[in-house]
Nanobody, 123 residues
Framework: QAQLIESGGGLVQAGGSLRLSCAASGRIRIYAFNMAWFRQSPGKEREFVAGISNRGDTRHADSVKGRFAISRDGAKNTIFLQMNSLTPEDTAVYYC????????????????WGQGTQVTVSS
């Protein structure tokens, strides 16, 4: 059974940093899947944040470029999202996803999701 478990969310002041983790298990081996982070805030659609292909290529949404960085650790079968210079606009539930389209990273192309972790940035 495929499973993604996120951790690392919390409350942080504007300008601070957080590091999210997503541990994969079951059939999901991160070197074989395209993986991504999405986020969703109340009243908004789920939006792409960052993705890493099975080959290790990365891409980031324009809104987080230069502040966020996606990475992975194959030995731990885990992906990460390092978030720096956080702003209140980054407040959302952050989701890890697997199995989607790296070149066209929309939520509907990903078929396995974690439960989400809340990130709240205070001003």
């Amino acid at each position: 059974q495929a499973q993604l478990i996120e951790s690392g969310g919390g409350l942080v002041q504007a300008g601070g940093s957080l590091r999210l983790s997503c541990a994969a298990s079951g059939r999901i081996r991160i070197y074989a899947f395209n993986m991504a982070w999405f986020r969703q805030s109340p009243g908004k659609e789920r939006e792409f944040v960052a993705g890493i292909s099975n080959r290790g290529d990365t891409r980031h949404a324009d809104s987080v470029k230069g502040r966020f960085a996606i990475s992975r650790d194959g030995a731990k079968n885990t992906i990460f999202l390092q978030m720096n210079s956080l702003t209140p606009e980054d407040t959302a539930v952050y989701y890890c996803a697997a199995g989607g389209n790296f070149r066209a990273p929309v939520a509907r192309t990903y078929d396995t999701w974690g439960q989400g972790t809340q990130v709240t940035v205070s001003s």
